[in-house]
């Protein structure tokens, strides 16, 4: 029983050296969301982090302040979005599938 106990010591460790290099690989990576047509663009990283965002000074109207914000609010969801569904397929690759409560 030991034994066994041993080995799953060892996945955990494993999993867990995994993990860490996947979140770091994850901050590196990058998606981009647009909203408008392209008047507002986000961009995050794979750890849900806004890296930049893009406002066309077409849409700036002082006017229409509420449309601008749905906008921005519109393109930085998106990414965040896209940056987890992300972040979920890399998790499937790593836990080849299983669905661990917790982890992400």
């Not at 066994?4 to 998606?31: F, P, Y």
């Not at 896209?82 to 998790?91: C, L, T, V």
Request: hydrophobic residues 45%; charged residues 20%.
């Amino acid at each position: 029983m030991a034994k066994g106990l041993g080995n799953i010591m060892k996945q955990a460790q494993m999993m867990q050296k995994k993990m860490g290099q996947m979140q770091q690989e994850m901050e590196a990576q990058q998606v981009e969301a647009t909203a408008g047509g392209g008047m507002v663009t986000a961009v995050v990283n794979g750890r849900q982090k806004l890296l930049s965002l893009t406002i066309d000074p077409q849409v700036v109207d002082a006017d229409d302040v509420e449309m601008l914000q749905d906008l921005i609010s519109a393109a930085v969801n998106e990414a965040i979005n896209k940056s987890q569904a992300m972040m979920q397929a890399e998790m499937g690759k790593l836990t080849g599938g299983m669905n661990i409560p917790g982890l992400f």
